[in-house]
């Protein structure tokens, strides 16, 4: 796909939503103005409840939340770093616990360690583990930076809308799924709200479109970065099972 996009000059770029949420966003704007500094490492954790692990899975066997969720903090970080390439990873796994009794033969719980070109060291952490009923509706994650000049801790818990009904609250994802007690505006790609979508997933349809029709910037990943993306996560997937270090780019 690079390659014919060489080729023939096309357009092509990749959704990872977590760019369009607004915290992230300001996040990058404090970077790009240098307020940090050279980035000397940081962390990002997500976690999640075992109803959606379980429905996931239930779609495809091999979405681990490594696979189908934690690539989207790696795209993150890297978009963070960016010109900064991941070199190596080193990552650890706990099973048997959660899934494994339901099936699935997967990671209940995965760190990893990436370190990049300049010796950054990221911590990257996903679990979908919670209880069914606990009131996330989404992914829960902090993101934190430490930086030659400066840090930042961006808190993306959701814990600052709470809602208690006896009425049930009905998962976006998982229609047939409800909770009593909802952390509103944990939804990962958004919620509709008066009549609109909004969130993530508007935020990055309505740049795409924009970028289409009046050819105004976007930050959506590109190609290049995508496939950086995609070969860090293999990485983190690949390192967790062997219990081994693997570098980066990938020996394919």
């Not at 066997?61 to 189908?68: E, K, M, N």
């Not at 099973?95 to 911590?123: C, E, L, Q, S, Y």
């Not at 998982?174 to 997933?201: I, R």
């Not at 950086?228 to 996560?233: G, M, R």
Request: net charge negative; with cysteine; glycine share 10%.
């Amino acid at each position: 796909m690079l390659a014919m996009l060489t080729q023939t000059g096309g357009e092509l770029r990749v959704g990872y939503s977590r760019r369009y949420k607004e915290c992230f966003l300001r996040a990058k704007e404090q970077i790009l103005q240098g307020r940090l500094g050279q980035i000397i490492g940081g962390t990002a954790r997500v976690y999640n409840s075992r109803a959606q692990a379980f429905n996931i899975l239930k779609r495809d066997p091999h979405a681990t939340p490594v696979l189908d969720v934690l690539t989207y903090y790696v795209d993150l970080m890297c978009w963070f770093l960016e010109g900064n390439p991941p070199v190596e990873v080193v990552a650890r796994g706990k099973r048997g616990i959660v899934f494994k009794p339901a099936g699935h033969d997967v990671d209940d719980m995965t760190w990893a360690i990436v370190t990049f070109a300049d010796g950054a060291v990221i911590n990257l952490g996903v679990s979908y583990s919670l209880p069914a009923q606990y009131p996330a509706q989404g992914q829960s994650s902090r993101v934190e930076l430490l930086g030659a000049d400066g840090s930042m801790m961006i808190d993306d818990d959701h814990l600052d809308h709470l809602l208690y009904t006896e009425q049930g609250v009905p998962h976006g994802y998982m229609p047939d799924h409800t909770v009593n007690m909802a952390f509103l505006g944990s939804n990962t790609p958004g919620e509709w709200a008066v009549g609109n979508f909004w969130g993530p997933l508007g935020n990055e349809t309505r740049a795409w479109l924009d970028h289409l029709a009046t050819g105004s910037p976007t930050v959506h990943t590109t190609p290049r970065q995508a496939r950086i993306n995609l070969e860090t996560t293999i990485a983190i997937q690949r390192a967790a099972a062997s219990g081994k270090p693997i570098r980066l780019p990938l020996e394919i």
